[in-house]
């Protein structure tokens, strides 16, 4: 009926702003679990582990590429509607303006939703970002290896259209030359001020 259309139409963005906001507030309590806050010193070595992934580009990528240089993980979809490209378009600016040293830093974006985040999606959603950004996925099954690896937590929220978005954590993970865990990587400052802080993991 035309009086239901407006409420059709309002109830998707509500859904978004409610997932968004779950989301900041799930990658709150993440943060402080991961890093001992709510676990009185839980270790940061037991953040991370293996897996084995697809790049865009069709090239797997397991634990041990992290070896050798510091790397920036974030995890999220191709269908996001704001955190993921405000999030990747804040990594880009960094890796940019690291200049020659972004050569030697690690930069992945690691799907929650491998229902949609083939290797084709990964490729044109990426294009739009800095092309150091390697784009990981996989099946079901190693998607969710990974994320229980990194402690991410994610979860598919249906909408009233039949489509769903992702609720997730939506975090910056920096490891070590290692691969070692290092802390959550702090965006929100000028590029420069992060890439100056990044060149000291190199």
């Given at each position: 009926?035309?009086?239901?259309?407006?409420?059709?139409?309002?109830?998707?963005?509500?859904?978004?702003?409610?997932?968004?906001?779950?989301?900041?507030?799930?990658?709150?309590?993440?943060?402080?679990?991961?890093?001992?806050?709510?676990?009185?010193?839980?270790?940061?070595?037991?953040?991370?582990?293996?897996?084995?992934?697809?790049?865009?580009?069709?090239?797997?990528?397991?634990?041990?590429?992290?070896?050798?240089?510091?790397?920036?993980?974030?995890?999220?979809?191709?269908?996001?509607?704001?955190?993921?490209p405000t999030s990747?378009?804040?990594?880009?600016?960094?890796?940019?303006?690291?200049?020659?040293?972004?050569?030697?830093?690690?930069?992945?974006?690691?799907?929650?939703?491998?229902?949609?985040?083939?290797?084709?999606?990964?490729?044109?959603?990426?294009?739009?970002?800095?092309?150091?950004?390697?784009?990981?996925?996989?099946?079901?099954?190693?998607?969710?290896?990974?994320?229980a690896a990194y402690?991410?937590?994610a979860k598919k929220?249906?909408?009233?259209?039949?489509?769903?978005?992702?609720?997730?954590?939506?975090?910056?993970?920096?490891?070590?030359?290692?691969?070692?865990?290092?802390?959550?990587?702090?965006?929100?400052?000028?590029?420069?001020?992060?890439?100056?802080?990044?060149?000291?993991?190199?």
């Amino acid at each position: 009926m035309p009086d239901q259309k407006p409420e059709r139409i309002a109830i998707r963005p509500l859904v978004i702003v409610a997932a968004f906001a779950s989301s900041l507030a799930v990658g709150l309590l993440v943060m402080l679990w991961v890093v001992g806050g709510l676990r009185g010193g839980t270790s940061v070595a037991s953040v991370g582990g293996p897996f084995r992934l697809t790049d865009q580009a069709g090239q797997v990528v397991t634990e041990k590429n992290l070896q050798g240089r510091p790397t920036l993980i974030f995890f999220g979809f191709t269908h996001c509607p704001d955190v993921c490209p405000t999030s990747l378009f804040e990594m880009s600016e960094v890796l940019r303006a690291m200049g020659p040293d972004a050569d030697r830093v690690n930069a992945y974006f690691i799907s929650v939703d491998p229902e949609r985040d083939t290797q084709g999606a990964m490729k044109d959603y990426l294009s739009s970002f800095d092309p150091h950004l390697k784009g990981l996925t996989g099946d079901p099954d190693a998607i969710a290896k990974v994320l229980a690896a990194y402690r991410v937590y994610a979860k598919k929220v249906p909408l009233k259209d039949g489509d769903y978005t992702m609720d997730h954590t939506a975090l910056i993970y920096l490891m070590d030359r290692d691969g070692k865990f290092v802390m959550p990587f702090n965006l929100k400052r000028t590029p420069a001020e992060a890439a100056s802080d990044l060149k000291r993991y190199l």
